[in-house]
C-alpha cells in the first residue's frame, strides 16, 4: 500500500511529524505528495500570503486526480471494492464496483459528459440522490476538468438556481428521483423549476433511478443510460486531463453570516494530498478494511470522505443512499454486521437519534467488525459520546471527533484513532501541519494552555479554500479580514491545560442543525418573503436531537391567523431554501428589541429562546425595553 510510508503508528510518530511539519512544513508535505502520481512535479511547493488571501501549493505541478483515485490502484487492488453500495430499500440488492470497474465507468461516463459538450473549466452543477453514479459523475467531471458543483438533494429549486447562476453553470447531472426513506423526491422536476431561471445551462444529463415519470424537454434533456449506450464500445479511453495544481477541483456552497451562500473553491492537488493524508491517518485504515461514512455526497464530508480520501487510499468506501432511521432504527448497524464494516464515520446528531430510539434497534446486532468511530459536523455531548462509546463501539473502538469545515477541505483537529488518548467532547489535538490560534477580543492571539477565544489558523495547509467562486474580496473580508495574518474559522475555542481543544460552536450568525450550516440571514430573507411578513429575527437555541434548532420571531403586517401564517411560513422558506432551514419555533411578536441605531439585539433574542430569561445582560441601549417583556411573555 503506497500509503502507509505516511501512516503514524505511535503517539511519539504524531508528535514526531507534528513538530516536523511545524519545522519545514514545504518539506513535509513535498514527502507525501511525492507518494502520487504526476504528470509534471511542481516548482515550488508553497506560495502564500493571507492578506490578499493567495494560497499556492505545488504551484507549476501537472496531474488528476481522478488517476490518484482510480488509474494507481488498478495493479495491486484493480479487483477490490472501491464502492459498496447499499440501497434506501434492504431488499433491493446491494452493488460493488470494482477499482477497475469503476474507473471504467467514470470514463464512460466522462466521454458522455465530453459528448454534450462539457470542457475543462465548465462548471457542472450535480443535484443527485445517493448512487453509484453521484461519485461516478462527480469523479469523471474530474477526469476530464470540469469543475463540479454538487447541490444537496434537499435544497429546493431556488437555491439550486442561486447556485447555478452564481457559477453560470453549464450542464446539470439529475436524477429522475431519488428514494430517501419513506419518501421518494422528484429531483428531476425540481431541477426543472430551477432552470427556467437559468440560461447558463446547455444540457441536462437524466440518470434513472425511481422511474417517477418526468418531462423531457428536447435538445436539453438526454438519459443517461441512452447516451452511454451510444458511445461505441471499441474506442479506448481518452486519457485524463492534465490539471495544473491549483485548477479548480470543485465550488461547494455553504452558509456565512449574510444572506448569500458561498461557492467554496478547492483545487486539485492540495486538496487531494489533504483528504488523503488526513482520511489515512485520522481513520488509521488499513487495506481490505471496509469504512462507512454516513454523509451525503452534497456536503463536504461526502466529497472528502466518501470519494476522494478514500479513493484516493484504495480504501473500500460504503455509500448509503437512505437514513439511518429507514425501514427502522436499526439500519445503519444491520449495514454494519452485512459489510462487516471496520470504520463508521457519522453525525453527533444520528447519534442523538439513534440513542432516543433505546436499546431496541440495538438487539440481535454484532457490531463486532467495528475498529474506529468517527463524527462530525458539531459539538459531540458527552452523554451521545459514552452511548457511541458503550453501545456501538462496545467500549474498545476509538472515537475521533473530528473538527473541519467546508473551507478547511479534510480534518483538521482530531485524535488519530487508536493513538491520542481521547476526553469526550474535546476534538484533542491538531493534526500535522495545522497551526491553530486561540485570539482574544482584542485580536491578540493567547499564548499556552488553559485559554479560550476565538480559533484562528496561523499557516495554509494544502486543503484550505482558495477564493470564493468569483469573489475573491468576499473570501477576503469572511476569512482574512477580522484577524490580519490568520485564517479565521467562525468558531469558538477553547485549549484546556494539557492542550486539548474544545469547539465550542459558531461565534458568528451561523447555525448548525443537525450537523448543517444555516445563515440566520439566509432564514430571515427567506420569512421576509411572504406576504404577511414585516421583519423577523432568526436566532438558534438548544435542540435535544439537532443540537441547535431555529427560533425565529416574526413581526407581520396585521393580525394574523397564527397557526396558518405558521404553516404558511414553514411552506415559504421549504420552497425557498429547502425543508431543512424550517425553524422549530415561530412566536409572533410586535417588535424586535433594537438598538437606537436600528440594529437587532441578537444577544437578547438568543437569550430568550434558551430560556435565560432572567439573565438577559444589559438592555439599556435598546430603544424600547418594552418589547422584551412581551418577548418574555409570549416564549414558545
Ligand atoms: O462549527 C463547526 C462545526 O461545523 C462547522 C463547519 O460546518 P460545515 O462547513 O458544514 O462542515 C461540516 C463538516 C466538516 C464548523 O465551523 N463542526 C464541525 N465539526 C465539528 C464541529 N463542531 C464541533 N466539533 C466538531 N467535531
Same mark, same amino acid.
Given at each position: 500500500?503506497?500509503?502507509?510510508?505516511?501512516?503514524?503508528?505511535?503517539?511519539?510518530?504524531?508528535?514526531?511529524?507534528?513538530?516536523?511539519?511545524?519545522?519545514?512544513?514545504?518539506?513535509?508535505?513535498?514527502?507525501?505528495?511525492?507518494?502520487?502520481?504526476?504528470?509534471?512535479?511542481?516548482?515550488?511547493?508553497?506560495?502564500?500570503?493571507?492578506?490578499?488571501?493567495?494560497?499556492?501549493?505545488?504551484?507549476?505541478?501537472?496531474?488528476?486526480?481522478?488517476?490518484?483515485?482510480?488509474?494507481?490502484?488498478?495493479?495491486?487492488?484493480?479487483?477490490?471494492?472501491?464502492?459498496?453500495?447499499?440501497?434506501?430499500?434492504?431488499?433491493?440488492?446491494?452493488?460493488?464496483?470494482?477499482?477497475?470497474?469503476?474507473?471504467?465507468?467514470?470514463?464512460?461516463?466522462?466521454?458522455?459528459?465530453?459528448?454534450?459538450?462539457?470542457?475543462?473549466?465548465?462548471?457542472?452543477?450535480?443535484?443527485?440522490?445517493?448512487?453509484?453514479?453521484?461519485?461516478?459523475?462527480?469523479?469523471?467531471?474530474?477526469?476530464?476538468?470540469?469543475?463540479?458543483?454538487?447541490?444537496?438533494?434537499?435544497?429546493?429549486?431556488?437555491?439550486?438556481?442561486?447556485?447555478?447562476?452564481?457559477?453560470?453553470?453549464?450542464?446539470?447531472?439529475?436524477?429522475?428521483?431519488?428514494?430517501?426513506?419513506?419518501?421518494?423526491?422528484?429531483?428531476?422536476?425540481?431541477?426543472? #423549476? !430551477?432552470?427556467?431561471?437559468?440560461?447558463? $445551462?446547455? *444540457?441536462?444529463? @437524466?440518470?434513472?433511478?425511481?422511474?417517477? /415519470?418526468?418531462?423531457?424537454?428536447?435538445?436539453?434533456?438526454?438519459?443517461?443510460?441512452?447516451?452511454?449506450?451510444?458511445?461505441?464500445?471499441?474506442?479506448?479511453?481518452?486519457?485524463?486531463?492534465?490539471?495544473?495544481?491549483?485548477?479548480?477541483?470543485?465550488?461547494?456552497?455553504?452558509?456565512?453570516?449574510?444572506?448569500?451562500?458561498?461557492?467554496?473553491?478547492?483545487?486539485?492537488?492540495?486538496?487531494?494530498?489533504?483528504?488523503?493524508?488526513?482520511?489515512?491517518?485520522?481513520?488509521?485504515?488499513?487495506?481490505?478494511?471496509?469504512?462507512?461514512?454516513?454523509?451525503?455526497?452534497?456536503?463536504?464530508?461526502?466529497?472528502?470522505?466518501?470519494?476522494?480520501?478514500?479513493?484516493?487510499?484504495?480504501?473500500?468506501?460504503?455509500?448509503?443512499?437512505?437514513?439511518?432511521?429507514?425501514? #427502522? !432504527?436499526?439500519?445503519?448497524?444491520?449495514? $454494519?454486521? *452485512?459489510?462487516? @464494516?471496520?470504520?463508521?464515520?457519522?453525525? /453527533?446528531?444520528?447519534?442523538?437519534?439513534?440513542?432516543?430510539?433505546?436499546?431496541?434497534?440495538?438487539?440481535?446486532?454484532?457490531?463486532?467488525?467495528?475498529?474506529?468511530?468517527?463524527?462530525?459536523?458539531?459539538?459531540?455531548?458527552?452523554?451521545?459520546?459514552?452511548?457511541?462509546?458503550?453501545?456501538?463501539?462496545?467500549?474498545?473502538?476509538?472515537?475521533?471527533?473530528?473538527?473541519?469545515?467546508?473551507?478547511?477541505?479534510?480534518?483538521?483537529?482530531?485524535?488519530?484513532?487508536?493513538?491520542?488518548?481521547?476526553?469526550?467532547?474535546?476534538?484533542?489535538?491538531?493534526?500535522?501541519?495545522?497551526?491553530?490560534?486561540?485570539?482574544?477580543?482584542?485580536?491578540?492571539?493567547?499564548?499556552?494552555?488553559?485559554?479560550?477565544?476565538?480559533?484562528?489558523?496561523?499557516?495554509?495547509?494544502?486543503?484550505?479554500?482558495?477564493?470564493?467562486?468569483?469573489?475573491?474580496?468576499?473570501?477576503?473580508?469572511?476569512?482574512?479580514?477580522?484577524?490580519?495574518?490568520?485564517?479565521?474559522?467562525?468558531?469558538?475555542?477553547?485549549?484546556?491545560?494539557?492542550?486539548?481543544?474544545?469547539?465550542?460552536?459558531?461565534?458568528?450568525?451561523?447555525?448548525?442543525?443537525?450537523?448543517?450550516?444555516?445563515?440566520?440571514?439566509?432564514?430571515?430573507?427567506?420569512?421576509?418573503?411572504?406576504?404577511?411578513?414585516?421583519?423577523?429575527?432568526?436566532?438558534?437555541?438548544?435542540?435535544?436531537?439537532?443540537?441547535?434548532?431555529?427560533?425565529?420571531?416574526?413581526?407581520?403586517?396585521?393580525?394574523?391567523?397564527?397557526?396558518?401564517?405558521?404553516?404558511?411560513?414553514?411552506?415559504?422558506?421549504?420552497?425557498?431554501?429547502?425543508?431543512?432551514?424550517?425553524?422549530?419555533?415561530?412566536?409572533?411578536?410586535?417588535?424586535?428589541?433594537?438598538?437606537?441605531?436600528?440594529?437587532?439585539?441578537?444577544?437578547?433574542?438568543?437569550?430568550?429562546?434558551?430560556?435565560?430569561?432572567?439573565?438577559?445582560?444589559?438592555?439599556?441601549?435598546?430603544?424600547?425595553?418594552?418589547?422584551?417583556?412581551?418577548?418574555?411573555?409570549?416564549?414558545?
Amino acid at each position: 500500500m503506497s500509503f502507509s510510508s505516511y501512516q503514524l503508528n505511535s503517539l511519539e510518530a504524531y508528535r514526531k511529524a507534528y513538530q516536523e511539519s511545524l519545522r519545514d512544513p514545504e518539506g513535509f508535505w513535498a514527502a507525501i505528495a511525492s507518494d502520487f502520481l504526476w504528470h509534471q512535479k511542481w516548482d515550488q511547493v508553497l506560495e502564500w500570503n493571507f492578506r490578499e488571501p493567495k494560497i499556492q501549493w505545488f504551484r507549476g505541478a501537472k496531474m488528476n486526480i481522478t488517476e490518484n483515485c482510480l488509474d494507481r490502484h488498478l495493479d495491486t487492488q484493480g479487483d477490490q471494492p472501491a464502492i459498496i453500495w447499499e440501497p434506501n430499500d434492504p431488499k433491493e440488492p446491494h452493488r460493488t464496483l470494482s477499482y477497475r470497474q469503476l474507473l471504467e465507468e467514470v470514463c464512460r461516463f466522462a466521454r458522455v459528459l465530453g459528448k454534450n459538450g462539457v470542457r475543462k473549466g465548465d462548471r457542472v452543477c450535480i443535484y443527485m440522490g445517493m448512487i453509484p453514479e453521484l461519485a461516478i459523475a462527480v469523479l469523471a467531471c474530474a477526469r476530464i476538468g470540469a469543475i463540479h458543483s454538487v447541490v444537496f438533494g434537499g435544497f429546493s429549486a431556488q437555491s439550486i438556481a442561486d447556485r447555478i447562476q452564481d457559477a453560470s453553470c453549464s450542464h446539470v447531472i439529475t436524477c429522475d428521483g431519488a428514494f430517501r426513506g419513506a419518501r421518494d423526491i422528484p429531483l428531476k422536476s425540481v431541477i426543472d #423549476d !430551477a432552470l427556467t431561471q437559468c440560461n447558463t $445551462v446547455k *444540457k441536462v444529463i @437524466v440518470c434513472r433511478r425511481t422511474k417517477t /415519470p418526468v418531462s423531457m424537454i428536447q435538445g436539453r434533456d438526454v438519459w443517461l443510460e441512452d447516451e452511454l449506450e451510444k458511445l461505441d464500445r471499441s474506442a479506448s479511453f481518452p486519457p485524463a486531463e492534465s490539471m495544473d495544481a491549483e485548477d479548480p477541483l470543485f465550488i461547494l456552497y455553504t452558509s456565512g453570516s449574510t444572506g448569500k451562500p458561498k461557492g467554496v473553491v478547492h483545487t486539485c492537488a492540495g486538496y487531494m494530498i489533504y483528504t488523503n493524508y488526513t482520511f489515512v491517518n485520522v481513520f488509521q485504515y488499513k487495506p481490505g478494511q471496509v469504512y462507512f461514512c454516513t454523509a451525503d455526497i452534497g456536503w463536504v464530508t461526502g466529497h472528502s470522505y466518501i470519494v476522494y480520501g478514500p479513493l484516493s487510499a484504495g480504501a473500500t468506501t460504503l455509500m448509503f443512499e437512505g437514513i439511518p432511521t429507514f425501514p #427502522d !432504527a436499526g439500519r445503519l448497524w444491520e449495514i $454494519v454486521d *452485512k459489510f462487516r @464494516v471496520d470504520t463508521i464515520y457519522t453525525a /453527533p446528531t444520528a447519534i442523538r437519534s439513534l440513542m432516543a430510539h433505546g436499546e431496541a434497534p440495538l438487539r440481535n446486532k454484532d457490531l463486532g467488525s467495528l475498529k474506529v468511530l468517527g463524527t462530525v459536523g458539531e459539538p459531540i455531548n458527552e452523554e451521545a459520546w459514552q452511548w457511541y462509546h458503550e453501545k456501538i463501539g462496545k467500549g474498545k473502538c476509538p472515537i475521533v471527533d473530528t473538527w473541519w469545515q467546508t473551507e478547511t477541505g479534510g480534518i483538521m483537529i482530531s485524535p488519530i484513532a487508536g493513538l491520542t488518548p481521547e476526553k469526550p467532547s474535546f476534538a484533542t489535538l491538531p493534526l500535522p501541519g495545522i497551526q491553530p490560534a486561540i485570539m482574544d477580543e482584542k485580536g491578540k492571539e493567547l499564548q499556552g494552555n488553559g485559554v479560550s477565544g476565538n480559533l484562528c489558523i496561523k499557516f495554509p495547509w494544502p486543503g484550505m479554500i482558495r477564493t470564493t467562486y468569483g469573489d475573491h474580496e468576499r473570501c477576503r473580508k469572511n476569512y482574512f479580514e477580522a484577524y490580519p495574518g490568520y485564517y479565521f474559522t467562525g468558531d469558538g475555542c477553547l485549549r484546556d491545560k494539557d492542550g486539548y481543544y474544545r469547539i465550542t460552536g459558531r461565534v458568528d450568525d451561523v447555525l448548525n442543525v443537525s450537523g448543517h450550516r444555516i445563515g440566520t440571514a439566509e432564514v430571515e430573507n427567506a420569512i421576509n418573503m411572504h406576504t404577511d411578513v414585516v421583519e423577523s429575527a432568526v436566532v438558534g437555541f438548544p435542540h435535544p436531537i439537532k443540537g441547535q434548532g431555529i427560533y425565529a420571531y416574526v413581526i407581520c403586517h396585521h393580525q394574523v391567523k397564527e397557526e396558518m401564517t405558521r404553516k404558511n411560513i414553514l411552506e415559504t422558506v421549504t420552497r425557498v431554501i429547502g425543508s431543512i432551514a424550517k425553524p422549530d419555533k415561530i412566536q409572533f411578536v410586535s417588535g424586535l428589541p433594537k438598538t437606537r441605531s436600528g440594529k437587532i439585539m441578537r444577544r437578547i433574542l438568543r437569550k430568550i429562546a434558551e430560556g435565560e430569561m432572567n439573565n438577559l445582560g444589559d438592555t439599556t441601549t435598546l430603544l424600547d425595553p418594552s418589547v422584551v417583556d412581551e418577548i418574555k411573555k409570549g416564549k414558545l
